[in-house]
């Protein structure tokens, strides 16, 4: 029988020598994608070394989802926020409802399981209109004030809007903890977050043969600002491109910027699993603890 290239999840990789966190992954949508259920997806990439997982929301369903998702799974802590395309649709179709999704974020951030605010930003690749801009603009600066009011970890997403995002990040003012996820710069744009004390997310694009621009960024910014993710489904890294993305594949990606940074693995290991717990406010417990 033909493999489903788009559907068959790879093979496991070889376990870390330490313990790493996924820092933004969803899980949801991954069920729905490759059918790896949830709670399988968390055994699978603890069975590797990825004992925790940040699950992130992308609109209200989801947001809801995730805490709940993090209740009953306390190696799993949640994002809540609507997604800069999904504000964008919600806000040019009625600014009401928009405001509606707005308060349902700002009810679910104080829960304790809630260790973010994000994924939020800018998305000038999906959303190519002005209209749809602003929308994204003020949704954006409604999750700021939400990570400051309730001192949670702003998580930001950036498609072809790496300006506009300090633009909006200093007129509203940089909250204490911030991570740019799925990092998409170059080393300048690296260098503009990092002076503002955004930890920077890796993701499998950073194994992409195109992006060495990212692998760059990774090469100068400070160990103690380096932290690792998915997106899964999305963005699985070389050799398993195009497929199915999942916790479980973190490892491929850790690797790969071990010998970016040339360091060794179990260093890098350590000081992704530190920095995670800097950048989201503090530990949690891992899967093994738990299981
Ligand atoms: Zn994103
Ligand atoms: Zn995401």
Not at 79 to 95: K, M
Not at 108 to 133: C, I, K, M, S
Not at 134 to 161: C, P
Request: charged share 20%; with cysteine; net charge negative.
């Amino acid at each position: 029988m033909a493999v489903d290239q788009r559907t068959e999840l790879p093979a496991p990789p070889e376990p870390l020598p330490g313990p790493v966190v996924d820092t933004h992954c969803h899980v949801d949508i991954t069920a729905e994608f490759s059918g790896l259920d949830p709670d399988d997806a968390l055994a699978r990439a603890a069975s590797v070394g990825v004992t925790r997982v940040v699950q992130i929301g992308c609109d209200v369903g989801q947001s809801r989802w995730a805490v709940e998702f993090a209740r009953t799974h306390p190696s799993v802590v949640a994002g809540v926020a609507l997604h800069p395309n999904d504000a964008a649709r919600l806000g040019v179709a009625s600014r009401s409802s928009l405001a509606d999704g707005l308060a349902v974020i700002e009810a679910l951030a104080p829960d304790p399981r809630v260790r973010v605010v994000g994924e939020t930003g800018l998305d000038f690749f999906r959303t190519p209109e002005a209209e749809g801009q602003a929308v994204q603009r003020e949704s954006f600066a409604a999750h700021i004030a939400f990570a400051k009011a309730y001192d949670k970890t702003l998580v930001i997403h950036d498609r072809d809007a790496h300006d506009a995002v300090l633009d909006v990040l200093d007129a509203e003012g940089v909250p204490d903890r911030v991570v740019m996820h799925c990092f998409s710069g170059d080393e300048a744009f690296a260098r503009a977050c990092l002076d503002r004390g955004a930890h920077l997310s890796f993701a499998g694009t950073v194994t992409f043969k195109a992006n060495a621009h990212l692998r760059r960024a990774l090469a100068i910014t400070p160990l103690d600002r380096v932290l690792v993710e998915t997106d899964a489904p999305f963005l699985t890294p070389v050799p398993s491109r195009g497929r199915p993305n999942a916790s479980y594949l973190v490892p491929v990606t850790v690797r790969a910027m071990a010998e970016v940074r040339g360091i060794d693995l179990a260093a890098l290991c350590r000081a992704l699993d530190e920095n995670t717990d800097v950048a989201m406010g503090g530990s949690w417990p891992t899967w093994a603890a738990v299981a």
